[in-house]
């Protein structure tokens, strides 16, 4: 027996139709002409998204935390600088990224719940002017919280410090605007609002970050994450072999990105606004608190503190075996005490706020 | 329109049926019990096929690349010297993937096409007695030669150098023993032997490689591919959250595996060695010449040299082309003049070798 979730945790969601499907097409070899014709095609669509003309624009073969660690890997050198905002787990991650990888990191921190002040960010960034990044996650998914990347972009591109934008849980979601925003490296996942399953990474790099990675006077030390060599796989004629990547996955992702931009990049947004204020609305009502302050909730990821009455443990668990919901528990000083309620991509409807509400109607009840 | 391709490369092998069968199944979050109960039967069926006890045996988010460069990433710290054997494309990867990561790396060479002789890795081994580890690749992808890693165990067991053995095309296919070989770490991929669809690398290591990575001074530059992690994630209890890892792969894996055991390991190693040496007789017959010298060919993967009547690049275009069948061209010095024809997991058939051997002889007469 294999259970079906509904799944409104922080991801992975419950895929599109489409996306489910694409998987049971025949396996393709990673250098075959159709695969690398729908590699292009994926990239085409990613672009889209990510709205961007970036050339290197593509999926590297892991998850958002893959992405990650390919962007910094390939950006930054070893003694480097790194600036990080710091208001949730996320932004930690990016800290413990840069920190293996060699770089000095500067934190720029706002408690959690909050947003991160642009100016801040800015500030610091100032003071370190030799910076070699600056990386902002723009939707925290351990609080719901949307920090403000907008401005970052047209104030770094003065100085030699590139703007890297995690966008795992934010693409497809709400928007993002990598052209438009001057975002020099954003990376996101497939299983969040782009309604795929698990396993590949979408990282778009522009051409100063491009510029930096060519300029580089050390190797990249990963070579499975190097954006270089992915980028003679996968965008290149004839290509060069790096790695076996998954034509499964590869299919999946198109079909999800498909389906996402027949809705209409745009329409999405409105879609995952629309939905995730009909939650937070409600929650309130049930007795939750939400997190994330007002003004800068995320549609697409909600961060509630639970109602004296429901014990966390207890109640994700009959969640799951009763109802078949998923839902994220809290991270950090929310862990056991709150949810992380995920509406996203094809779980982002009417249907999942109301089954959702109902089943926690039936806990508070007994 | 889907091209539906027999994949006779180097992998990605056709997969089993239940393997592609189980991607269909619910997509469940990455740390749902019922998916955590999955990964712990993948660590079971694993250590079947691998032939050990080790309790840290897991599937990294990744292709057999990723397995690679978890191993030396974890086991080695920067600045210690790795010893590798190198007859081929993989064995240079190895030295790559070591050398960003910031080892020296000694180099035991031996002609492709012809095996490693295990008394230069250990004699190399004596010369650099410090060496953090000693690596090989099993089966040389590039060259269809196997390297006889039996014996090194026992003797680097006496000293403080670990033994790293490439799996990636050896697991399932031919005689491995990861505990009578005393080998310490080992690491696979699911797209070959194991008859499922790529994008995860199972790892196993023995308890000198963990109390190595126990014992480092220095953190794992890599987040994503840190093993310690990564055995806190799949396999203790409570999980603790790491990557957002792909149940639909895991399933797939899992289907894969168990399809094999349900043959039986030997079984399955008898049954690759069968096809492959069906497939090495008729091969000379039409005219190619195998680059593997005899008494060290691998029978789940066969280079061979074309004969002077076939050119590779059309040859193999019209394979796809006319016939939908997939094999490999050759690398290295080999590039443009053999192919590499596997004959892995669920495409270790006599109908394999039958239909390849009926479209080359097709290809020969017009």
């Known amino acids: 027996m294999h259970g079906d979730r509904l799944l409104l945790g922080p991801g992975p969601s419950t895929p599109y139709p489409e996306a489910l499907e694409a998987l049971t097409r025949p396996v393709l070899g990673h250098l075959d002409p159709e695969y690398l014709g729908v590699i292009g095609e994926i990239s085409d669509r990613l672009r889209a998204v990510f709205r961007t003309a970036n050339e290197l624009t593509l999926p590297v073969s892991g998850t958002g935390s893959a992405g990650m660690e390919a962007c910094l890997a390939s950006l930054v050198e070893p003694g480097e600088t790194v600036v990080v905002g710091v208001n949730g787990y996320f932004g930690e ?11 000095r990191v500067v934190r720029v921190e706002a408690p959690w719940g909050t947003a991160l002040d642009p100016a801040d960010l800015l500030a610091a960034q100032r003071a370190n002017p030799h910076a070699a990044l600056l990386a902002v996650v723009a939707a925290e998914t351990s609080t719901g919280v949307r920090n403000d990347v907008a401005p970052l972009g047209p104030e770094l591109a003065r100085t030699d410090t590139l703007l890297l934008v995690d966008a ?9 605007e990598v052209d438009a925003w001057q975002i020099d490296a954003c990376y996101s996942a497939s299983q969040k609002c782009l309604g795929a399953p698990p396993g590949l990474a979408p990282v778009t790099l522009g051409p100063r970050a491009v510029e930096r990675m060519r300029a580089r006077t050390t190797p990249i030390r990963s070579f499975y994450l190097d954006l270089g060599l992915l980028h003679e796989y996968f ?6 072999y790096h790695h076996t990547a998954s034509s499964t996955l590869a299919y999946s992702l198109h079909a999800g990105l498909g389906r996402l931009l027949e809705e209409g990049v745009e329409q999405v947004w409105a879609r995952h606004a629309r939905i995730g ?15 994330a302050a007002e003004g800068v909730r995320l549609p697409q990821l909600t961060a509630a ?18 109802f078949g919901i998923e839902v994220g528990g809290g991270l ?17 409807t009417e249907r999942s706020v109301v089954t959702l509400l109902g089943a926690v109607r039936e806990l508070l009840a007994s």
Request: positive net charge; contains cysteine.
């Open 332 to 348: 950090g000083d929310f862990a056991g005490r709150a949810w992380r309620i995920g509406l996203m991509g094809h779980a982002a």
């Open 235 to 240: 965008l290149t004629s004839p290509p060069k």
């Open 305 to 322: 503190v639970l109602p004296g009455g429901l014990d966390d443990g207890v109640a994700r668990k009959r969640l799951l075996a009763e």
């Open 277 to 291: 204020t009909m939650l937070q609305e409600a929650l309130p009502e049930l007795g939750f608190s939400l997190v």
């Open 93 to 103: 991650r990016l800290c413990e990224v840069a920190h293996r990888g060699g770089a």
């Open 168 to 176: 795992v849980t934010a693409l497809g979601g709400t928007p993002l």
